[in-house]
């Protein structure tokens, strides 16, 4: 079947510009999770969705990030006021029931780029 | 300290070697623990998953986990070509839904 799905997969913006980052998950998988990734360093976790609500929202850096989930299916992450430090690989992953027995699967990411 | 260490690299092996990669996690209660391989510029891949004491064996590798160590290690028997990647270790946190990740371990094995 269809794997994790995002787009775009490479976003150039200007510093102070809004962007959005889209995220269609495996069909049937009610966890959704959104990471970080800079260069040379692992994924960082920034939110985590179970269902349509957010479970938890603890890695967002500030609150020019945003995330939505609204039909349970399909997430976008919303950052406004880009900023160049935002640059990096977004990933979006989901599983099967979000606790610890159930793998990630990741999406091939969205590269985002500050300029 | 982070929540999820490992020995740093880049590490080089000649193909047919032993690749050992190593982890460290600071969640005494950390339950579920997972291996990803990551090639440059694309996603991570599930390779490995553990979550009971001992070895588990898939094809040409092993990981290990030692709970009261908080250790856990990845073994690339035969090493090809082909497994020249990041490694980034991953553990769940104590509320179990959060993957906290390793910064990752290159290795390269040489023809």
């Known amino acids: 079947g269809a794997g994790v799905s995002q787009t775009p997969s490479n976003k150039v913006t200007e510093k102070g510009k809004y962007v959005e980052l889209r995220c269609d998950p495996i069909s049937g998988h009610t966890a959704l999770y959104w990471y970080r990734q800079s260069l040379g360093q692992g994924p960082e976790f920034l939110i985590y969705f179970q269902g349509t609500g957010a479970a938890d929202d603890s890695g967002l850096p500030n609150d020019r990030f945003f995330a939505v989930r609204p039909e349970g299916s399909v997430s976008t992450l919303k950052i406004q006021r880009t900023e160049r430090g935002d640059s990096a690989v977004y990933l979006c992953?989901?599983?099967?029931?979000?606790?610890?027995?159930?793998?990630?699967?990741f999406g091939n990411g969205t590269r985002l780029t500050v300029t | 300290q982070k929540e999820v260490e490992q020995n740093s690299g880049p590490l080089s092996v000649p193909e047919g070697a032993i690749a050992s990669l190593n982890c460290t996690y600071s969640?005494?209660?950390?339950?579920?623990f997972f291996w990803y391989r990551q090639y440059s510029g694309k996603s991570p891949e599930l390779i490995m998953s553990?979550?009971?004491?001992g070895d588990k064996e898939d094809g040409r590798f092993t990981a290990q986990l030692n709970k009261a160590s908080q250790y856990v290690s990845l073994l690339i028997r035969d090493s090809q070509p082909s497994d020249s990647a990041t490694y980034l270790c991953a553990a769940t946190q104590r509320n179990d839904y959060k993957l906290s990740f390793g910064a990752g371990t290159t290795v390269t094995v040489r023809a």
């Open positions: 992953a989901s599983s099967k029931g979000g606790q610890g027995g159930s793998p990630l699967h």
């Open positions: 553990i979550y009971s004491n």
């Open positions: 969640d005494r209660v950390s339950q579920s």
